[in-house]
């Protein structure tokens, strides 16, 4: 009786305040709009949390779906044009942190740090990878909806139907390559179907979305840092000069497009459908075991396929061999060494190899941790409208998602789905069929030695500046990003790099003056 009597004071009191609306109409003054975008990971979970916030609150929702990628410009352009009534997004804004910068989105900083009945706050219980993408200028905009890795699955049903172990795991670029040339080289059938090692579909590859990995692990953390914020890591002391376009000449960029181009031009690896094969089909072959024994793939998988009962996991990233000649190694001399430094760093053996240095362990530490995975998530961005005429109803309904009851119901709704902030006693999987391949991708978030590459960044360089962060500068007539230049236009890595500098080199002015930096 006690709990009914503190609901009807609730409802009461929001009733007085024009909170909540009685009856069937939808009354905008009274009636929450929130709009989002069905990618891969859908929305039955905001459907979920919506039924709830109302049977809880009172308070209608009225929510739409769009799809795709038409779908986030569609939210996009709303988004520009002042929200058109709309009081939440949910999207992959395009331009976020430009338009963060232009004060679109209500600053949230309150929602964030406010302590819950258990004395945590949002911020609290929150990956620090997704408190940096959502705060900018010291301040949070946003909430990140999504939380996930991208890297290299594996069809485990032919790689036993294959013989292959656990000791046949690529630990190094090298390894990976090898292995694919063993796969290929046994042209081996299952059920009728050759096997090839690699499958992508041309139109949407995702190799530009592996290419940070093996950037950032050649790369270290700290020349990472200085990347995202275009600042030259030979010219940081001092005045830590920031706006020179050498900071772009990395030859990290190299390294990792030569993997791509070994993987995808220089070796028949591929199946050879993927030239023209629709990425549904695609994806949904593989998962059906008829194409191949490696993909480039996120782990919205299982809620954009149409296949059951797959059974696919994650392999790490494999490290780029070049690493060994970063100028940072000086005591591993060779691609087995360097596979076995790997193993002792992941805990797979115990003993150190021999006259390796401390120092060396400490830069195969940091590409371990940093390029084993990659974050997708961070840029997935739930936003209340400045323009909003129901701000206070918006946060609180924020509140409510994030709050250890909206985190389970999204947890549930998502079959085990985890997204970067916890609740306070962490998720639990009592009454949930959480399949293996969603339990593989909990257990690689948990690990997380993971690399939160994000498109976009705050730095005004690139997202005034408009600087592609993926190496497309300058491409033009070869294609709209590196990896078509590559494949189609047989770009060497070099090439693709230098028409990059070419194209930052003569519009530096005209950057700078975009970004307001000269």
């Known amino acids: 009786m006690k709990n009914k009597n503190v609901k ?30 069905k990618l891969g990971y859908g929305v039955k979970w905001m459907e979920d949390i919506v039924s709830s916030f109302t049977d809880k609150t009172g308070i209608k929702v009225n929510f739409k779906a769009v799809d795709g990628q038409a779908g986030v410009e569609t939210l996009q352009q709303k988004i520009k044009a002042g929200g058109d009534g709309t009081d939440i997004f949910f999207s992959r804004i395009t331009d976020f942190y430009k338009l963060a910068y232009q004060g679109n989105f209500v600053d949230v900083s309150d929602v964030w740090t406010n302590k819950d009945d258990n004395g945590l706050s949002i911020e609290d219980r929150t990956e620090q990878c997704f408190i940096d993408a959502n705060k900018i200028d010291g301040k949070y905009v946003s909430f990140s909806w999504a939380n996930g890795v991208f890297g290299i ?32 080289d046994k042209e081996f059938s299952y059920e009728g179907s050759q096997i090839y090692p690699l499958v992508y579909s041309y139109e949407t590859e995702y190799y530009t979305s592996l290419l940070p990995a093996w950037f950032a692990q050649y790369e270290g953390s700290e020349n990472m840092s200085y990347f995202n914020e275009g600042i030259d890591p030979d010219d940081v002391e001092g005045s830590k000069e920031h706006h020179v376009s050498s900071f772009y000449a990395r030859d990290g960029i190299v390294e990792a497009l030569q993997v791509t181009q070994d993987l995808l031009v220089n070796n028949d690896f591929h199946h050879p459908k993927s030239k023209n094969y629709q990425f549904e089909s ?13 993909m480039a793939n996120g782990s919205w998988v299982d809620t954009e396929t149409s296949v059951k009962n797959f059974d696919a996991s994650f392999i790490p990233t494999p490290i780029v061999s070049s690493i060994i000649d970063n100028g940072r190694i000086t005591s591993i001399k060779d691609d087995k060494t360097l596979s076995n430094v790997i193993k002792y760093v992941r805990g797979l053996t115990n003993e150190k190899p021999a006259s390796i240095s401390d120092s060396d362990i400490e830069v195969i530490k940091d590409a371990v941790k940093n390029g084993s995975y990659l974050r997708s998530g961070c840029d997935h961005q739930l936003v209340i409208s400045s323009n909003s005429k129901k701000i206070e109803m918006a946060k609180q309904f924020v509140k409510f998602m994030y709050s250890d009851e909206g985190l389970s119901i999204f947890h549930r709704s998502m079959n085990g789905g985890m997204l970067g902030t916890k609740p306070s006693n962490g998720y639990d999987d009592t009454g949930i069929n959480v399949s293996s391949f969603k339990r593989n991708v909990n257990q690689v978030l948990k690990e997380n030695n993971i690399f939160a590459y994000n498109i976009q960044v705050p730095a005004k360089i690139y997202c005034y500046g408009g600087i ?48 307001g930096l000269n």
Not at 154 to 183: H, M, S
Not at 282 to 294: E, H, P, V, Y
């Open 153 to 184: 699955l594996r069809n485990n049903t032919i790689w036993n139907a294959l013989g292959l172990t656990d000791n046949d795991i690529p630990y190094t670029t090298d390894e990976f390559i090898t292995l694919c040339q063993k796969v290929k």
């Open 468 to 515: 592609n962060r993926i190496f497309a500068n300058g491409l033009g007539n070869v294609g709209d990003n590196c990896v078509k230049a590559m494949v189609t236009f047989k770009k060497s890595p070099n090439e693709v790099l230098n028409m990059n500098m070419d194209y930052l080199n003569k519009n530096w002015a005209a950057i700078l003056k975009q970004s």
């Open 8 to 37: 009807l004071l609730l409802l009461s009191s929001l009733l007085s305040l024009g909170l909540v609306s009685c009856g069937n109409d939808v009354d905008s003054s009274t009636t929450l709009k929130i709009e989002g975008v």
């Open 282 to 294: 695609c994806q949904n072959d593989f998962l059906r075991n008829k194409t191949a024994l490696f």
